[in-house]
C-alpha cells in the first residue's frame, strides 16, 4: 500500500505564545499543565491505494495530560462531511498513523484514539490569516508574526509531524468541544502554527 498527500495546514493550542512543545522536542510541561490541540489540515494533491484523496480537508483534535513525550495522548479525527466513504478511511488511516508515514512515528504516544466524527470542514487563508472550522467542533484563526519587513517568522528543523519548518502565528481563535477536549481562548496570547506539508507512506 502506497499513499501521499500534499497541502496546507494550520493549528491553534493551548499554550501560550510561543508553544514548548516545540522548542523542548515535546519534553515540557505544556504553559496550562496539559496541551489541547487541533491540526486543520487541506489536502491539495492526494491519493492512498487508488482513491483520489484531493481537495478533502480534516482536523486532527488532541490532548495530552502533560509533557506530550510522556505519552497517553488522546486523539480525535474530524473529517469533511463531503468525504466519500472510502476518502474517510484512507484519511483515518494515514491520520491515525495506521499507514505509516509522519503520523505512524507520532502513534507511540497516543493513548486513545477518540475515533472520526464527520462535519463541514474549512481550512482557508487569507494574506497572514489562517483559519478552521470544522461545524461546531473547532473553531480557530491565527496571524502569522511578521518580521520588520513583513515576511512570516518561522521556526526551523523542528521535529513535528507535519513540517520540519512551521510557521510562527498567535491564535486570534481557538475554541475546541470534540471527543471530551474542550477548549476556548481567543485573547490573542496563545500559539498557533501553519506550513505546507507533504506526507507519504
Known amino acids: 500500500m502506497t499513499w501521499q498527500i500534499s497541502g496546507q495546514y494550520m493549528e491553534t493550542c493551548?499554550?501560550?505564545?510561543?508553544?514548548?512543545?516545540?522548542?523542548?522536542?515535546l519534553?515540557?510541561?505544556p504553559t496550562e499543565g496539559d496541551c489541547k490541540a487541533a491540526l486543520g489540515m487541506r489536502i491539495d494533491k492526494g491519493n492512498k491505494d487508488g482513491v483520489s484523496l484531493d481537495g478533502v480537508q480534516f482536523m486532527v483534535v488532541l490532548q495530552s495530560k502533560g509533557?506530550?513525550?510522556?505519552?497517553?495522548?488522546?486523539?480525535g479525527l474530524i473529517v469533511d462531511s463531503d468525504a466519500s466513504d472510502e476518502q474517510v478511511?484512507?484519511?483515518t488511516a494515514i491520520a491515525s498513523g495506521a499507514a505509516g508515514g509522519p503520523m505512524?512515528?507520532?502513534?507511540?504516544?497516543?493513548g486513545k484514539f477518540a475515533g472520526v466524527e464527520r462535519a463541514?470542514?474549512?481550512?482557508?487563508?487569507?494574506?497572514?490569516?489562517?483559519?478552521?472550522?470544522?461545524?461546531?467542533?473547532?473553531?480557530?484563526s491565527c496571524e502569522a508574526l511578521?518580521?520588520?519587513?513583513?515576511?512570516?517568522?518561522?521556526?526551523?528543523?523542528?521535529?513535528?509531524?507535519?513540517?520540519?519548518?512551521?510557521?510562527?502565528?498567535?491564535?486570534?481563535?481557538s475554541m475546541f468541544d470534540v471527543f471530551g477536549i474542550k477548549w476556548n481562548d481567543s485573547t490573542g496570547q496563545r500559539n498557533g502554527h501553519f506550513a505546507p506539508f507533504s506526507w507519504a507512506g
Do not use: Y
Not at 67 to 75: E, S
Not at 148 to 168: F, I, T
Open 14 to 25: 493551548n499554550c501560550k505564545l510561543l508553544c514548548p512543545c516545540i522548542t523542548s522536542n
Open 104 to 110: 505512524g512515528m507520532m502513534a507511540p504516544l497516543v
Open 67 to 75: 509533557a506530550m513525550g510522556a505519552g497517553d495522548m488522546t486523539v
Open 27 to 29: 519534553a515540557a510541561t
Open 120 to 140: 463541514k470542514v474549512d481550512v482557508t487563508q487569507d494574506g497572514s490569516t489562517w483559519k478552521a472550522h470544522a461545524g461546531d467542533f473547532v473553531d480557530q
Open 146 to 173: 511578521l518580521n520588520m519587513e513583513g515576511e512570516p517568522m518561522a521556526l526551523d528543523k523542528v521535529s513535528h509531524p507535519v513540517n520540519s519548518r512551521l510557521g510562527l502565528a498567535k491564535a486570534t481563535q
Open 89 to 91: 478511511e484512507a484519511i
